[in-house]
């Protein structure tokens, strides 16, 4: 399914970028350009995106802002 018609991002292409072993949301905008154009996928990008970092790895999930709230950085 495209998500990001703007960019051509696929849903596969996301949870290909956080297999990969992106860190962040912006590390898969960087990757692959989602969402950094119109924005309309934004929501639907950054959804997809959580439910890739739960299923293929917490530790690609951990952007900044995460180690600040975790307990496991605490
Ligand atoms: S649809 Fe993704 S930036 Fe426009």
New binding site residues.
């Given amino acids: 399914m495209i ?5 051509r ?1 696929s849903d596969r292409d996301i949870v290909r970028v956080v297999r990969d072993g992106a860190s962040s949301f912006e590390d898969l905008q960087i990757e692959t350009g ?9 929501s639907c ?1 950054q959804q997809i995106y959580d439910k890739a970092c739960a299923e293929h790895g917490a530790r690609a999930h951990a952007g900044p802002e995460s180690r600040a709230t975790s307990p496991a950085y605490a």
Avoid at 3 to 7: G, N
Avoid at 34 to 42: D, L, Q
């Fill in positions: 998500v990001c018609i703007c960019q991002v989602v969402a950094s154009r119109c924005g309309c996928c934004r990008a």
